[in-house]
């Protein structure tokens, strides 16, 4: 075993993470020599100038260190100013994250195509449906074709998200017209993912462009390429073959994991491998195979966001978030982590190894050192699926490790997405947005929030996502969520009708009418895109504005982590969305980049960023934004009327 000495300064686990069970895990890491990234996190002192961006690597005259405090003191070599260096940093971090979902996005088209032709058959089409319905929102007729038909069009149309050189990107058809044509004006309207990344990268070159209020288009293009390009390719798709999810009871925690079973975990993105897993633990010969080894069966389980798109699609156990990836292991119950793409840290490799769990990566984009590498091919998914099954029951079999499972699960209601919330509220025959709009006109639901992103170990691990969602239902914001902070959420209790009373008195009456809880789980973090939908829908339904930039809502990743939450949080920024991130940003305040980032973007007709560590300060810069755009609509009244009415009523009762 490789263990690290706990250094002799360890703070408190219990500053770490507000979920037990991975403070539970972290507490025995420590006490058996295992260094966790929870630890890791807190130990790092991150190098100020690059948290700040206030550096330059784009060429080798340098680096160029600013001073962060006198940030237009100095310039680079070449010349370049704080806000060109800021602004090509920046637009680096939102090329790669939009790289990321469009690189996804590009693989789950490639499936699709591969079982419209006939070439995959491990897989299928299943939701025929929503097939048709994403074909008619892009102009494609599906009268009198055969689903084969209207897939290979679907195809033909979708591959031009990525490969256009011109034009507009297919998706950007469900855009709602005021905020499309806002686009077009300001010349940002995303032609095709791979030029758009490319044309970034290309303008953040040394001598390339150096004004960063013309940079920001191209981000801003290269941002709305992920959220309404590979993205949404991606969702919508993985809708059409695997089904599209409606709410439904799942577990969330560590207690998912059985001690007398066989436990397998996959993380990552990827839905086709987290498939075709499902598929091979439900065979027979590996059931009586895991019998014959003394175990009851066999335990499959997500964690991260392929986890809780496994979750919301087939209510899939979730084992936990990004914070608690390293730390599940320690369990020593975790027979084999599987993983693909994505937030895989390659510190799981250490830990696994210290534990004799099993790291199997599967994708030929990602490998990590120490890990035993199974491809996984969609033509043929049970070579891949068979050998790490054989592997975890073979490890099963000569379990070494003590093993401790914390006893925390939580069970709670996830799977909804956008049509969901149509039907939900407007029933199967009318199923539309307007009862969601009426109560937010009528001041039941103040507004709209979606609460996403990753877990950083820089915060107690989902003590800020709690604190935040907490704040923002109890002033009656419905909130939507996806990825790691609905994990964070559905732990802490807050995935079911129940958490209604934790609401306001307008959100809970509208929860309890309707049987939903406060706050709504929609899935991985490539999922967002439902919350795009969702928000387009609300401004076509009508009495909410014309555009996205109008609705009383906003966006937050209060434990943002990575470079894909930038990308998202630029494409809400871009749609007209107020986003406010916790942590951090990596900006030095009180330049003139930062200004059009949290101002100028806002007053050309864009959402805007904001930026705050306390999650009720960040529930106050999101309201004080909804009463904002309420009194815009000239609905704040009717809040104030709705409001009395109900204390009123309260009264009367008691
Ligand atoms: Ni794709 S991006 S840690 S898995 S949400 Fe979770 Fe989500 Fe952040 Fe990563």
Known sequence: MNKEKPSKKEAPATDRTQCEATLQMLEKARRDGVKLDLDRGFEMKPCPIGEESACCKHCYMGPCRLNSRDPYAKVGICGATIDTIMSRNFGRMVA??????????????????????????????????????????????????????????????????????????????RVPEETLEHWRKNGIVPRGAMLEVMELMSRTHIGCDQDYENLTKQISRAALADGWGGSMVATELSDIMFGTPAPLQAEVNMGVLKEDHVNII?????????????????????????????????????????????????????????????????????????????????????????????????????????ATHIEFEEKAPRQCTDEILSKAIARYATRSMPVEIPKQVQSGIHGFTHEYIEYMLGGTFRGSYSPLNDNIINGRIRGVAGVVGCTNPKVKQDSVHVELVRELIKKDVLVLQTGCSQIALAKAGFLVPEAGALAGPGLSEVCETVGMPPVLGLGSCVDNTRILIAAS??????????SIADLPAAGAAPEWMSEKALAIGQYFVASGVYTVFGIGFPIVKSTRFHDLLFNGLEEQGFGKWGTAKDPVEIARLMIEHIDKKRQQLGIDKARERTLVDMSDRREIAS
């Open 537 to 546: 829908a609300m401004v076509k339904a009508g009495g909410l504005g014309n």
């Open 266 to 370: 996959v993380h990552g993105h990827e839905p086709a491998m987290f498939e075709g897993m499902l598929a091979a633990v439900n065979d027979s010969f590996f059931i009586d195979m895991a019998k014959d080894k003394g175990a009851k069966g066999i335990n499959l389980i997500g964690m991260c966001c392929s986890g809780a798109e496994m979750m919301s699609r087939h209510g899939v156990p979730h084992a936990g978030n990004f914070g608690s990836t390293e730390a599940v292991i320690v369990t020593g119950a975790v027979d084999a982590m599987v993983v693909d793409i994505q937030c895989i840290k390659q510190g799981l490799a250490e830990v696994a190894k210290c534990y004799d769990t099993h790291l199997i990566t599967t994708n030929p984009r990602c490998h990590i050192e120490g």
């Open 96 to 173: 790669t994250g939009s790289a990321s979902h469009n690189d996804h996005g590009m693989h789950i088209l490639k499936l699709f195509r591969d079982i419209v032709e006939g070439d995959v058959n491990d897989f299928g089409i299943e939701d025929t449906a929503k097939l048709e319905k994403v074909a008619l929102s892009i102009g494609i007729e599906v009268e009198g074709k055969t689903v084969k038909e209207v897939g290979i069009e679907l195809c033909n149309e979708l591959e031009k998200t990525f490969s256009n050189v011109s034009g507009e990107m297919p998706f950007t058809r």
